[in-house]
T-cell receptor, first 114, second 110 residues
Framework: DTGVSQNPRHKITKRGQNVTFRCDPI?????LYWYRQTLGQGPEFLTY????????KSRLLSDRFSAERPKGSFSTLEIQRTEQGDSAMYLC????????????FGSGTRLTVV | GENVEQHPSTLSVQEGDSAVIKCTYS??????FPWYKQELEKRPQLIID?????GEKKDQRIAVTLNKTAKHFSLHITETQPEDSAVYFC?????????FGTGTRLTVIP
């Protein structure tokens, strides 16, 4: 286990299509976070899980977005009916429960909606 | 929620000079302040961090200072090198989450 893994690295989709991204965190990490990063901006928090429980969702997470972590290991982020404004880098991070440091980031999934 | 502001948005320095990036935060409950370096289309990489019980931390050419009373913290890079060119983000964390600044694009001119 060498770190946080995200797939795919790049995704190009037509407007209106659904897309799903996957994140595999560091295996000992109970917490998993999703962030969105647009060009020239810092990562913006979307949601986080502790094990399989989704504990917090940002107001940025519209009803077209849904995230799951069914077995408390990998997580998926689905965007339905994609819009051009969804084009961004989607970053996943994980850290152990009980501490607020030790965040490790994945390489991200670059989504382009055409 | 937490609001992190970062300045400047761009910074150009001559090789060998120092670079300073400043951040402020709003939530007094935040107690962990990391700095990340991000190269184009790469993941954010932690370069240094500081917890609220200390005022300064140094690691070779990189140092971070924290003023909890004023709610601001700064990154100092000395003897800059061309490979320091990247986008740098500050962040602030409370119990459950990490909030980022908007980034500083640092260019080191050889």
């Amino acid at each position: 286990d060498t770190g946080v893994s995200q797939n795919p690295r790049h995704k190009i989709t037509k407007r209106g299509q659904n897309v799903t991204f996957r994140c595999d965190p560091i295996s000992e990490h109970n917490r998993l976070y999703w962030y969105r990063q647009t060009l020239g901006q810092g990562p913006e928090f979307l949601t986080y899980f502790q094990n399989e429980a989704q504990l917090e969702k940002s107001r940025l997470l519209s009803d077209r977005f849904s995230a799951e972590r069914p077995k408390g290991s990998f997580s998926t982020l689905e965007i339905q009916r994609t819009e051009q404004g969804d084009s961004a880098m989607y970053l996943c991070a994980s850290n152990p429960t009980g501490i607020n440091y030790g965040y490790t980031f994945g390489s991200g999934t670059r989504l382009t909606v055409v | 929620g937490e609001n992190v502001e970062q300045h400047p948005s761009t910074l150009s320095v001559q090789e060998g000079d120092s670079a300073v990036i400043k951040c402020t935060y709003s939530d007094s409950a935040s107690n962990y302040f990391p700095w990340y370096k991000q190269e184009l289309e790469k993941r954010p990489q932690l370069i240094i961090d500081i917890r609220s019980n200390v005022g300064e931390k140094k690691d070779q050419r990189i140092a971070v200072t924290l003023n909890k009373t004023a709610k601001h913290f700064s990154l100092h890079i000395t003897e800059t090198q061309p490979e320091d060119s990247a986008v740098y983000f500050c962040a602030a964390a409370g119990a459950n989450n990490l909030f980022f600044g908007t980034g500083t694009r640092l260019t080191v001119i050889p």
